[in-house]
């Protein structure tokens, strides 16, 4: 009996099956890869539509008068001297600059002097202050200030608030934006590119406008100058000894084990041991650059350890035969030929060990770096050491903001996040960079 011959161009119940198996797996794969990228569009532009308006900002251009007899009694122009008036010395003279500008334009109103002044930000007065400081001759005479107005005026411009909400609003009224649209139309409100949102500290919790993020980004800066400099050449060491000198045995094999353990722990575990060591038993300052630099060391050497040791093991064998075949020793053939091919490599996983330690909050939070830090800290203190002054961080802002009431602050917690991917962005894209540049076919 002859067996049937099957044709190569006819595919059986098997094949069929096994193709239909294979679609299936690529479609799943694809609808895996839409829903990643559908959930990664909402999520960017759910947090670029809430926070793409703090970048934008309201200001009230002014002509106030500055009277000598309430600003500087003794007539020395003396700086020293004008300093002992208060914030609240200049409230009055914003208040009445303003509704001068509503006389002049003949807008009509039944809000009262404090109503009107309230339209202006609270940090008005402090500028108009330290703008007189400065410049104590214009004390006698009139000066055209460019100001915040109030949060919630700014909200108005933005579309956050309506005449519907600002009659169940308590800091405003519909007839105070109604005026505020007026002053617009003349061209005395402007909302436009706010750079302090980058460049300003933080602000209290009445002043929702005036919040910006120059602290935490120079906070931010320190601890990655600290991580940099720590946990680049001791990762390096590390993963060298590991991979090129020392002996395999069951002391080196626990020691890549707990390597990669170390790569898993929890950060928020970090900050417990920064919390008890560096704060606690070494006395350091709490909520320090330095303090937080170190424990985001701590987290990120492993990551930098395993990197380059995957950049090490990628250089073929042969560069070291070849350079040990030339007389040299194993430190030169490592420091000369190896290293050298695998600086793409690591600089890679330093970059990228870094960016995560720029996004971590958790640690951050248990070493005290969540307190309200108003004014920018010093590169060196006489009675803290290196970085001794309270700092705080990009995400630590935005977890700061999003505790506070005003809406406002939501806004900017919005624009803090944009502002962090940017830098985790643009810190990725080096990483590529790098990469493609120095990267060496085999």
């Known amino acids: 009996m002859t067996r049937p011959t099957k044709s190569l161009f006819v595919q059986d119940d098997r094949i069929k099956r096994r ?59 003396d700086p020293a001297a004008m300093a002992k008036v208060s914030t609240f010395g200049y409230t009055p003279l ?33 500028t108009l202050r330290n703008h007189v ?32 909400s600002a009659a169940l609003d308590g800091n405003t009224s519909p007839e ?29 919790d009445q002043r929702p406008e005036a919040a910006g993020l120059g602290v935490a980004i120079l906070g931010s800066l320190y601890m990655m100058l600290v991580v940099l400099v720590l946990a680049l050449p001791i990762g390096v060491a590390a993963a060298v000894y590991l991979e090129e000198f020392a002996p395999k045995s069951r002391l ?4 890549e084990v707990n390597i990669s353990n170390l ?27 330095l303090v937080g630099g170190l424990v985001l060391t701590l987290m990120t050497l492993p990551t930098i350890i395993i990197a380059t040791r995957a950049a090490l093991k990628a250089v073929p064998p042969s560069i070291r035969d070849a350079a040990l075949a030339l007389g040299a020793t194993k430190m030169q053939a490592v420091f000369h030929h190896v290293l050298p091919l695998a600086a793409p490599g690591i600089l890679t996983g330093t970059i990228i060990g870094l960016a995560q330690a720029l996004g971590e909050t958790a ?10 830090v108003r004014d920018y800290p010093a590169t060196y203190s006489e009675t803290a050491g290196l ?49 493609r540049r120095f990267e060496r076919r085999w």
């Open 263 to 289: 790569a898993a722990v929890p950060s928020i575990v970090y900050g417990i041991l920064g919390l008890a060591i560096f704060i606690n038993f070494m006395g350091l300052r709490q909520s320090s650059p």
């Open 363 to 372: 640690p951050l939070l248990l070493i005290g770096m969540v307190a309200f």
């Open 19 to 77: 193709n239909a198996a294979e679609k299936r797996f690529h479609a799943y794969g694809l609808a895996a890869v839409g829903l990643a990228a559908l959930a990664l569009v909402v999520l960017l532009t759910s947090v670029v539509s809430n926070g793409a308006s703090s970048f934008r900002q309201t200001y009230v251009t002014l002509e106030i008068a500055l009277p000598a007899d309430k600003l500087d009694k003794g007539g020395e122009r």
């Open 387 to 435: 970085f001794g002054e309270a700092a705080t961080a990009l995400p630590v802002q935005v977890f700061n903001w999003t505790q506070r009431a005003d809406p406002g602050f939501a806004e900017r917690a919005s624009g803090a996040i944009i502002t962090l991917l940017v830098f985790l962005a643009v810190m990725n894209t080096v990483a590529v960079l790098l990469r």
């Open 94 to 126: 914003l208040r009445d600059a303003l509704l001068a500008q509503i006389t002049e334009l003949n807008i009509t109103t039944t809000l009262s002097n404090k109503d009107v002044g309230n339209m202006i930000s609270k940090e008005a007065a402090a």
């Open 252 to 255: 080196s094999d626990l020691i």
């Open 133 to 164: 400081l400065a410049n104590p001759q214009l004390v006698g005479g009139t000066v055209s200030l460019e100001v915040l107005a109030n949060g919630r005026i700014d909200g108005f411009f933005k579309g956050r608030v309506t005449l519907e």
């Open 176 to 204: 105070a934006l109604q005026i505020a649209q007026s002053l617009a139309d003349a061209g005395i409100m402007e909302t436009r590119f706010n750079w302090s949102f980058l460049t300003a500290p933080d602000a209290s």
